[in-house]
């Protein structure tokens, strides 16, 4: 890594196309979780949402701008001006604020969705520009599916958003078109006749529809960009968009070839791919690039000879470098506070409780609390055992709590479960049957809160090691159109679901869920 080589600006757009996924409904405190994982991780910019789309999402944006000083914000805007002022009402108290303008650049969108002639498009950019500019420090502007729009559109339509005011220009393939090559082609020709010298920005926007993202944000990259947006593990609308971590590492393993570096503390990037996956119920899977459980797993005896003799014979970046192991950690039982303290320390937590990311003293002796009680189950505790009890940790307001439950089932009998439940107005006991017993318990924890949403998806999966590993359960409940996603943590099955459905009930209670909105996309 040399100082000359160019800066890939990272725009970390999870929390905004990322939320667009299928299933996938974050709410506030979820979202200001992520922002700072995203700041640890030292991305340049975080798209914090699309503010005119909910109250919830403009509040999501300014809570992320009021806190967050290490990176710029953007929040995303439609042409029309209602849009473009409430990006900029949200971003308000932010270090540096970007208003994101998008309108669309192909004949089928302009034709079919946005049903305007090139020349309205081009005037309303215009404007939209004009406006964003005194509402923030600056504006990028975006015209979705350029990779399937006439280029001598594409020229007029830039040319005019950077005669306006725009300094970044992104150039979305919103369906995932393009191949490398007639990516990195578009991108080139965007270098020479749009850009031509100035002082502009080039931005790729990918998404994965044929398996191309990364590959063509690259190839971007060979051709002038100098930002990337994506998100952490690639999710997004359908196939998703370019998953950051691998463009990252992609740069840093060859920062010679594409004369570039990002300053990404890619030691945080598993700890963000964990969260991101946690939050929003979108499971890694085994075998993805840099962060999938196998990335760094050798099965074959030849490869793991190798990796035995000399690392570098099978892999090409250490597992360290994206944090996925701390060194050796044992701790069980009989381990104290301050081991405990500094296993947290090792695997990179912030216990100093002084910065708003940091873990107070109150939250580690909470979490000291579930290690004892997961120590005394089962035994050795591993770094993916302490991870996945501090990102239970973080929790919301508890209307209700899962005090004591007790389950009887059988070959020959109906499951029965019994719950007591804190509410707030104290201890309810409620027991229920069910087909089998997790339903029996999650119709128990119903029954005491009095709530029935409806259970549309239901996951369970081992999130550490070992045969009394911990089992991590994602409950899916739908209330009056409102989704929330639940997530329980327990070496027990039924309890985690019990614990899921709990949580399900308290983001249900606090208003906190996701109502599919329709926003039309001019
Ligand atoms: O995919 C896309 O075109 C977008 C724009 C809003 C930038 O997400
Ligand atoms: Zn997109």
């Given amino acids: 890594m040399t100082d000359s080589q160019r800066h890939i600006h990272i725009f ?51 809570s992320i701008a009021r806190e967050i000083d290490t990176a710029t914000i953007a929040a995303l805007a439609r042409t029309a001006p209602a849009d473009v002022e409430c990006a900029g009402r949200a971003l308000e108290g932010a270090g540096r604020r970007r208003i994101h303008i998008f309108t669309s650049a192909s004949a089928v969108h302009l034709q079919h969705m946005l049903k305007k002639s090139p020349e309205q498009v081009v005037e309303m950019s215009i404007r939209a520009v004009e406006l964003a500019r005194g509402l923030a420090d600056e504006v990028e502007f975006s015209a979705q599916d350029c990779m399937r729009a006439d280029f001598d559109f594409v020229r007029q339509l830039y040319g005019a958003a950077i005669d306006a005011g ?83 590492m992609a740069i840093y393993t060859h920062g010679d070839y594409y004369d570039a570096r990002t300053r990404i503390n890619t030691r945080e990037l598993y700890r963000t791919s964990r969260l991101v996956s946690k939050l929003t119920g979108m499971v890694v899977p085994p075998n993805k690039a840099v962060i999938g459980d196998h990335a760094f797993a050798h099965e074959s005896g030849i490869h793991q000879d190798g990796v035995i003799k000399h690392r570098e014979t099978y892999e090409i970046i250490s597992a360290e470098l994206v944090g996925r192991e701390a060194g050796v950690l044992v701790l069980g039982k009989h381990s104290g506070r301050a081991a405990f303290r500094k296993a947290l320390t090792d695997l ?41 009890l501090i990102d239970s940790q973080f929790e919301l307001t508890q209307t209700y709590t899962l005090e004591a439950m007790q389950v009887l089932s059988g070959t020959a009998l109906v499951p029965t479960v019994t719950v007591k439940i804190g ?33 549309t998806n239901y996951r369970v999966q081992s999130v550490t090691r070992g045969s009394e590993a911990l089992g991590e359960v994602n409950v899916w409940a739908r209330l009056d159109g409102v989704t929330v996603m639940g997530t329980g943590l327990a070496t027990d099955v039924v309890e985690a679901s019990a614990r899921a459905w709990v949580q399900a009930m308290n983001l249900l209670e606090s208003g906190q869920g996701r109502r599919q909105e329709r926003v039309a996309g001019v």
């Fill in 348 to 388: 990179g937590y912030d216990l100093s409780g002084t910065a708003d990311a940091g873990l107070n003293d109150a939250a580690v002796d909470g979490i000291f609390t579930r290690f004892k009680e997961l120590a005394d189950r089962k035994g050795q505790i591993y770094p993916d055992d302490l991870h996945a």
């Fill in 166 to 248: 725009a300094t970044i220009i992104n150039i979305p393939d919103t369906v995932g078109y393009g191949t490398p090559r007639q990516y990195g082609a578009l991108i080139a020709r965007v270098n020479q006749e749009i850009v031509a010298g100035r002082e502009i920005v080039i931005s790729t926007h990918c998404h994965d529809d044929l398996g191309m993202a990364t590959a063509n944000s690259l190839a971007a990259v060979e051709n002038g960009a100098t930002q990337v947006e994506g998100t952490i593990n690639g999710i997004g609308e359908r196939a998703g968009n370019t998953a950051l971590e691998e463009v990252i």
């Fill in 423 to 455: 509410t707030p107005a104290g201890i309810v006991e409620a027991a229920a049957t069910g087909d089998g017993a997790v339903a029996a318990a999650m119709n128990a924890v119903s029954q005491a809160v009095g709530k029935t949403p409806e259970l």
């Fill in 12 to 62: 970390d757009t999870t929390l905004r196309d990322g939320e667009q996924s299928p299933g996938v409904a974050l709410n506030p405190v979820q979202k200001l979780e992520i922002a700072r994982a995203l700041a640890r991780l030292n991305v340049d910019i975080i798209e914090a949402g699309f503010p005119i789309t909910s109250d919830g999402d403009f509040d999501c944006v300014r």
